[in-house]
């Protein structure tokens, strides 16, 4: 009888310590993603202050992509902004006239740029960048031959980055996501909800938000200037 008692206890014990460690692990869990997200964050806010400090600069934004004299893309904003993200000496190396894959280009591709990167992701991939920019008509970022005739209306703040549900991308690679105008972007197709069901997505007007898909329906157009909340 004793040893019946004795063993139900051990047994309540452990169960009580497996679930008190359960829960202290699921703790740190969300701590170390609350982390992810506070870096994500500033990613993105350095990203929009580089943004912004190239249109002061240039009067516009930087193209998706340069193009060559051929008319193929050549090289992703994401090289444009290295000199407004203290990169200046990496950008004086690349070869702007050719393409970013060329020979010469592709011993720049391995490098790492944090800001480049969301923690939350779990590909090794040194050169990867996990944000991307929206193209299109109605976005901040036309297709570079229509940027000459581009002109939309910026009273309220548009949408600069997000974070793509699946993105294999090179920094250098000109590639990003295509609105083709047909109203069929679904974020809950086209977006990384990486953050406890949660994305991070930034705007014009620097503005970085953690914003859950019902949210995003509710407050966020893609492809045309809109105001946010109430």
Not at 71 to 100: M, N, Q, T
Not at 149 to 154: K, Q, R
Not at 169 to 176: F, L, S, T
Request: charged fraction near 25%.
């Amino acid at each position: 009888m004793k040893a019946a008692i004795f063993n139900a206890k051990w047994t309540i014990a452990i169960i009580f310590a497996t679930i008190t460690v359960a829960i202290l692990l699921l703790q740190n869990s969300f701590r170390g993603e609350t982390t992810h997200a506070d870096v994500c964050t500033q990613n993105q806010l350095f990203l929009a202050r580089a943004f912004d400090q190239y249109k002061r600069d240039h009067g516009c934004y930087p193209p998706a992509y340069t193009l060559g004299k051929d008319g193929a893309p050549l090289h992703s904003w994401r090289v444009l902004l290295l000199p407004y993200l203290g990169k200046k000496d990496v950008y004086d190396l690349i070869r702007l006239d050719e393409a970013w894959d060329s020979e010469y280009n592709t011993q720049f591709h391995d490098m790492c740029f944090p800001m480049f990167h969301c923690p939350a992701r779990k590909s090794k991939r040194g050169g990867r960048c996990d944000y991307a920019i929206l193209v299109g008509e109605h976005t901040v970022f036309p297709m570079p031959a229509m940027r000459e005739h581009h002109n939309v209306a910026n009273q309220y703040p548009m949408v600069l980055i997000v974070e793509p549900k699946e993105f294999v991308a090179c920094w250098m690679e000109p590639k990003d996501i295509v609105l083709d105008g047909s109203k069929n972007f679904c974020i809950d197709n086209n977006l990384g909800w990486l953050h406890h069901g949660e994305t991070i997505i930034t705007f014009t007007d620097c503005s970085v938000k953690k914003m859950a898909p019902e949210e995003m329906k509710s407050e966020v157009n893609f492809d045309t200037p809109r105001k946010l909340g109430p």
